[in-house]
């Protein structure tokens, strides 16, 4: 059975750093590239930031791009998300996904497995 469990989610103000953590088990770590995706209150989910499946690469939206960096563990199965001078309009529930796509993708159909999202509260 496939699951992906965030964690390291809560309320921070604007400014200060969180870190988020994913959990993977039930297949094959490093088959499948990562990523994280947000959604907020009355907005659409949108693409965060993805990594390969070794962790050679890595990609941002402009949103976040400076602020927030991805990496992974393939040994312990885990992938986090640093979170930087957070904003509040970095507000949203937090998911990470993975993806068949070699290298990630910023396309959350190309994604297969999900976790249930972790909330990330940024208070301006």
């Known amino acids: 059975q496939v699951q992906l469990v965030e964690f390291g989610g809560g309320l921070v103000q604007a400014g200060g750093s969180l870190r988020l953590t994913c959990t993977a088990s039930?297949?094959?770590?490093?088959?499948?590239?990562m990523g994280w995706f947000r959604q907020a209150p009355g907005k659409e989910r949108e693409f965060v930031a993805g990594?390969?499946?070794?962790?050679?690469?890595?990609y941002y939206s402009d949103s976040v791009k400076g602020r927030f960096t991805i990496s992974r563990d393939n040994a312990k199965n885990l992938v986090y998300l640093q979170m930087n001078s957070l904003k509040a309009e970095d507000t949203a529930v937090y998911y990470c996904?993975?993806?068949?796509?070699?290298?990630?993708?910023?396309?959350?159909?190309?994604?297969?497995?999900w976790g249930q999202g972790t909330q990330v509260t940024v208070s301006s």
């Open positions: 996904a993975a993806s068949w796509v070699v290298q990630g993708s910023r396309n959350a159909e190309e994604y297969r497995y």
């Open positions: 039930g297949y094959t770590f490093s088959s499948f590239a």
């Open positions: 990594i390969s499946r070794y962790g050679g690469t890595n």
